[in-house]
T-cell receptor, first 111, second 122 residues
Framework: ELKVEQNPLFLSMQEGKNYTIYCNYSTTSDRLYWYRQDPGKSLESLFVLLSNGAVKQEGRLMASLDTKARLSTLHITAAVHDLSATYFCAVHTGTASKLTFGTGTRLQVTL | DTGVSQDPRHKITKRGQNVTFRCDPISEHNRLYWYRQTLGQGPEFLTYFQNEAQLEKSRLLSDRFSAERPKGSFSTLEIQRTEQGDSAMYLC????????????????????FGAGTRLSVL
């Protein structure tokens, strides 16, 4: 059974600081997604990573994928308060169309 | 609004009652998914449709749960004889899938989520 683990589960950081969220998964995957969820809101797609070594950047967020290590990272550069949310990685496997989500990382950026 | 819409947003029911939720996907999307999310957890897959065909069901989907997508457009998720353990956020998502000529492979496989239906079973 596919397991997806994120760490840390909770992250409190000051504005302007950098940090990385890690996502490990247990079986081979052809696609990895990062989503953001604000309290009481829907999940918003941030990145889709398709291949080993893929790197995507949007604003202060950068995601990367190492399929050999079964690891994805979401790096936050110079955090701002607006980035406060819960971030999920999700893994797509084989021909199944479902996503298996990690438990999420709740990010709190303090002023 | 052209996103995924779900109705109702909130549902409070008594244990043993039946409830039904509706999901309207993005109009050109032929794939539709249901997930369940409990507090502090990531969404868990329940079931998936391609057009009107239900192609995959999780073992989480007990026989009290049934989902339909009769015309390949909107979908309903019904829970019969609700239990307190059914209390959760029920999320619907849709994706373009393999249909249509527009969009890259990347765009076709992104699942777009609705705001969810929060179910509370008393």
């Amino acid at each position: 059974e596919l397991k997806v683990e994120q760490n840390p589960l909770f992250l409190s950081m000051q504005e302007g600081k950098n940090y990385t969220i890690y996502c490990n998964y247990s079986t081979t995957s052809d696609r990895l997604y990062w989503y953001r969820q604000d309290p009481g809101k829907s999940l918003e797609s941030l990145f889709v990573l398709l291949s080993n070594g893929a790197v995507k950047q949007e604003g202060r967020l950068m995601a990367s994928l190492d399929t050999k290590a079964r690891l994805s990272t979401l790096h936050i550069t110079a955090a701002v308060h607006d980035l406060s949310a819960t971030y999920f990685c999700a893994v797509h496997t084989g021909t199944a169309s479902k996503l298996t989500f990690g438990t999420g990382t709740r990010l709190q950026v303090t002023l | 609004d052209t996103g995924v819409s779900q109705d109702p947003r909130h549902k409070i029911t008594k244990r043993g009652q039946n409830v039904t939720f509706r999901c309207d996907p993005i109009s050109e999307h032929n794939r539709l998914y249901w997930y369940r999310q409990t507090l502090g957890q990531g969404p868990e897959f329940l079931t998936y449709f391609q057009n009107e065909a239900q192609l995959e069901k999780s073992r989480l989907l007990s026989d009290r749960f049934s989902a339909e997508r009769p015309k390949g457009s909107f979908s309903t998720l019904e829970i019969q004889r609700t239990e307190q353990g059914d209390s959760a956020m029920y999320l619907c998502a849709s994706s373009l899938g393999t249909g249509g000529r527009r969009g890259s492979l990347l765009a076709k496989n992104i699942q777009y989520f609705g705001a969810g239906t929060r179910l509370s079973v008393l």
